[in-house]
């Protein structure tokens, strides 16, 4: 893989980021599955399993249409408190580049607020993504949540 990027390449990773947590932070569920190919790869893994090759994940999915049955899920289905979540997201590190595809990872953290309750860190950890061109711009074809914490509180309803 070349380790070449170009500016428009840097400018166009770091704002797709920037939207993706705008995106999951703004509530508006729909536009989650807009991120990503048809066929795509949605994990979220604690790192324990990830460093020793582990397959067991929290969440998996291997498709766009199961990424909006998700949000079906947690539009009409799933009874839960409801929060509020932020992302903060790091500056994607670029590992690796093709004339297809970027091989990426940024850190995280997400924050929770309940509605009567303080905030708190909810969730951290780094993201482990492939990046592909597609005539939309760029897309997440594959996006790895890897948590720090084997512990989770109560669920993850919500995309991190």
Not at 82 to 88: F, K, L
Not at 94 to 101: L, N, S
């Amino acid at each position: 893989m070349s380790t070449k990027i170009t500016f428009e390449d840097w400018l166009a990773l770091t704002q797709l980021y920037a939207d993706y947590a705008s995106a999951v932070d703004s509530g508006n569920w729909d536009l989650w599955p807009e991120f990503f190919t048809e066929k795509c790869v949605y994990r979220l893994q604690p790192r324990e399993n990830h460093e020793r090759g582990f397959p067991l994940a929290t969440l998996s999915f291997t498709s766009k249409g199961m990424l909006k049955d998700r949000i079906y899920g947690i539009k009409e289905t799933l009874f839960h408190d409801p929060y509020y979540q932020r992302h903060v997201v790091g500056t994607p590190v670029i590992r690796g580049v093709t004339a297809e595809q970027f091989i990426c990872e940024a850190n995280y953290a997400v924050f929770r607020t309940k509605l009567s309750d303080v905030s708190t860190v909810f969730n951290t950890g780094r993201y482990l993504d492939t990046v592909v061109r597609t005539p939309d711009g760029l897309k997440f074809a594959s996006r790895e949540c890897i948590y720090d914490s084997e512990m989770i509180p109560n669920s993850i309803i919500y995309p991190i």
